[in-house]
């Protein structure tokens, strides 16, 4: 069974830093790529960011490049989710998601092409 199980959410200042963790329990994580979506309170989840399998290969939302990174410890069986300069509108449930993939798949930014979710962490960002 993959669990996956996010933490590191919490209220942070606008024009902070936050970085977020999603660790990775069953299966075999160095198979899948990662993704970060979020979804604040009326509005349908949308996709933040996500990363290939082996950390290669990333891709953002327009609206966070320059200020979120993405990155993975297949080690570890975590992947992050660094934010900076937060704004008041990044404020949302923040989830990490899995898909196993071959090594060459593309990054993927739909939600329903993930297979394994988390139970999500909520971000505030305060004026």
């Known amino acids: 069974q993959v669990q996956l199980i996010e933490s590191g959410g919490g209220l942070v200042q606008t024009g902070g830093s936050q970085r977020l963790s999603c660790a990775v329990s069953?299966?075999?994580?160095?198979?899948?790529?990662m993704g970060w979506f979020r979804q604040a309170p009326g509005k349908e989840r949308e996709f933040v960011a996500a990363i290939s399998r082996g950390g290669a290969n990333t891709f953002f939302e327009d609206s966070v490049k320059g200020r979120f990174t993405i990155s993975r410890d297949n080690d570890k069986k975590t992947v992050y989710l660094h934010m900076n300069n937060l704004q008041f509108e990044d404020t949302a449930v923040y989830y990490c998601?899995?898909?196993?993939?071959?090594?060459?798949?593309?990054?993927?930014?739909?939600?329903?092409?993930?297979?394994?979710w988390g139970q999500g962490t909520q971000v505030t960002v305060s004026s």
């Open positions: 069953g299966g075999t994580f160095s198979r899948y790529m």
């Open positions: 998601a899995a898909k196993s993939v071959i090594l060459t798949y593309p990054i993927q930014t739909e939600a329903r092409q993930y297979d394994y």
